[in-house]
C-alpha cells in the first residue's frame, strides 16, 4: 500500500517568511496530492491539490510542486501571517483507490 | 468548497452506552462517505469507507460491530459507536467525496469533527 512521509514534524517561521512542507510517497501509480490545513479543535480543510499531470499550481500564497520521478510534492506558503499557524496534512491517492493516505502533519507555527 | 456538517459538535456519555455522530453533505450528492478518528497530535486514521446502499468497508484493526455505519442517503451517513469504553474517546471526523465536481472527482471534504468523551 501507499506510505506518505512529511517532514519537517514542526515548524517554526517569522511572520513574514515562507514556509516550505515536504512530502515523499511510495506508489507510483499515485495521481492525486491534496494538502489539507487543520486548527485546534476543527476538522481537515482543503487548501490546495495538485495531480499528476500538473508540476506546480499556485493559489495565492500558497503553492504546491509535484515531482514525479522522486515521487514528492511539497506545499510553499509565502509572506506568512498568523493565521497560517495550524497542522498541515500532505495525502495521496493513487487512481481507482478511494483511500486517501495521509502524512503525519506538520504543525506551523508563525512568530509574530 | 463543498460543505460537511457533523452532529454533535462534541458528546459526553457514560461507559457501556451508545453514541451517535451524523454526517451530512449539505450542498452534494456524496456516494462515498469516510469516517477517521484521531488522536491527540497524530493523524487521521481511517476507519470505514462508506457507499450509499451498500455495507461500509472497514479498514484491518477496526471492529465493524463496535462501529456501526449506515449511509442511508446520498446526504447523510451515521457512525454509532456502541457500548462505549473510555479509549474510545477521540475525534471522530468524517469526509464526503463530491462525485459532481469539475474538473475532476477527487476531491475530499472534511466535516468540523465530534469530541467523543467516555467517562
Known amino acids: 500500500g501507499e506510505n506518505v512521509e512529511q517532514h519537517p514534524s514542526t515548524l517554526s517561521v517569522q511572520e513574514g517568511d515562507s514556509a516550505v512542507i515536504k512530502c515523499t510517497y511510495s506508489d507510483s501509480a499515485s495521481n492525486y496530492f491534496p494538502w489539507y490545513k487543520q486548527e485546534l479543535g476543527k476538522g481537515p480543510q482543503l487548501i490546495i491539490d495538485i495531480r499528476s499531470n500538473v508540476g506546480e499550481k499556485k493559489d495565492q500564497r500558497i503553492a504546491v510542486t509535484l515531482n514525479k520521478t522522486a515521487k514528492h510534492f511539497s506545499l510553499h506558503i509565502t509572506e506568512t501571517q498568523p493565521e497560517d499557524s495550524a497542522v498541515y496534512f500532505c495525502a495521496a491517492r493513487d487512481f481507482g483507490n478511494e483511500k486517501l493516505t495521509f502524512g503525519t502533519g506538520t504543525r506551523l507555527t508563525i512568530i509574530p | 468548497g463543498a460543505v460537511v456538517s457533523q452532529h454533535p459538535s462534541w458528546v459526553i456519555c457514560k461507559s457501556g452506552t451508545s453514541v451517535k455522530i451524523e454526517c451530512r453533505s449539505l450542498d452534494f450528492q456524496a456516494t462515498t462517505m469516510f469516517w477517521y478518528r484521531q488522536f491527540p497530535k497524530q493523524s487521521l486514521m481511517l476507519m470505514a469507507t462508506?457507499?450509499?446502499?451498500?455495507?461500509?468497508?472497514?479498514e484491518q484493526g477496526v471492529e465493524k460491530d463496535k462501529f456501526l455505519i449506515n449511509h442511508a442517503s446520498l446526504t447523510l451517513s451515521t457512525l454509532t459507536v456502541t457500548s462505549a469504553h473510555p479509549e474510545d474517546s477521540s475525534f471522530y471526523i468524517c469526509?464526503?467525496?463530491?462525485?459532481?465536481?469539475?474538473?475532476?472527482?477527487?476531491?475530499?471534504?472534511f466535516g468540523p469533527g465530534t469530541r467523543l468523551t467516555v467517562l
Open positions: 462508506s457507499n450509499e446502499g451498500s455495507k461500509a468497508t472497514y
Open positions: 469526509s464526503a467525496r463530491n462525485p459532481g465536481q469539475a474538473p475532476s472527482t477527487d476531491t475530499q471534504y
